[in-house]
């Protein structure tokens, strides 16, 4: 899942990108609205995070903005005002759920996972099956019959991708856009290497066969041949 966080404050914002890291998040910052609408413009996320109080175009705005450009990607605004009209102005500004601050770190995660449940093109059920393998999007786990595989957190993320769309063939562009953020490098290898960590993980439970390479095409994760 590729996420974009708008947050000014920047320590905030670091504190804030390193725990939905750790969740299988890759993440971009935008530290003004500006940004935020160049990024939303250029890169296809799964879900947007905003702070509504911004030092150029507030989080109502960018909102707005986005919206009226066609960007139809959830959108969860961040707001120490808790105030009612100001909740109301940002959920009619386009936004699809919003957060007071303080939070607690596991509310935005739970909050971000509905969103994508229920997102215009229903990103993430809580469970995936392919085969023999069961992906829990909640616990960000994933299984082979009795064998839980032992993924690392960006590997989770990648297998998570290729499970959402199973059956299908994914290119490197595609992947690379929603797995990554953007730190990542066109010209390495750093896609195949972890094709083969996760076929080494799911050789654990005899599933390593899932994972097809479609040369010139991309990956498909699929029992079919």
């Known amino acids: 899942m590729r996420l974009l966080l708008v947050e000014d404050e920047l320590v905030a914002a670091r504190l804030l990108a390193k725990g939905l890291r750790d969740h299988a998040y890759a ?38 903005s986005l919206r009226e450009q066609g960007v139809h990607v959830p959108v969860l605004m961040l707001t120490a005002r808790d105030a009612v009209q100001m909740r109301i102005a940002g959920l009619d500004s386009g936004a699809d759920d919003y957060l007071t601050k303080p939070f607690d770190l596991d509310e935005l995660l739970a909050r971000l996972r509905a969103l994508l449940r229920r997102g215009a093109r229903a990103l993430v059920p809580e469970r995936l099956t392919v085969g023999p393998l069961v992906l829990d999007t909640r616990a960000q786990t994933a299984s082979c019959g009795d064998v839980r595989l032992p993924l690392t957190t960006r590997e989770y993320a990648f297998l998570e991708f290729l499970a959402r769309h199973a059956g299908e063939v ?24 972890y094709v083969q960590r996760l076929r080494r993980k799911l050789a654990l439970g005899g599933a390593e066969a899932l994972i097809k390479t479609r040369r010139g095409a991309g990956y498909v994760l699929s029992e079919a041949d």
Do not use: F, K, M, T
Not at 31 to 49: F, K, M, Q, R, T
Not at 170 to 193: Q, T
């Open 27 to 64: 993440v971009d910052v935008a530290a003004d609205g500006a940004s935020a609408l160049v990024a939303a413009g250029i890169n296809d996320y799964d879900v947007i995070v905003l702070d509504l109080g911004l030092p150029d175009v507030d989080g109502l705005e960018v909102c707005r």
């Open 170 to 193: 994914v290119g490197r562009s595609a992947i690379a856009e929603h797995v990554w953020d953007d730190s990542y490098d066109p010209l390495s290898n750093v896609i195949d290497v």
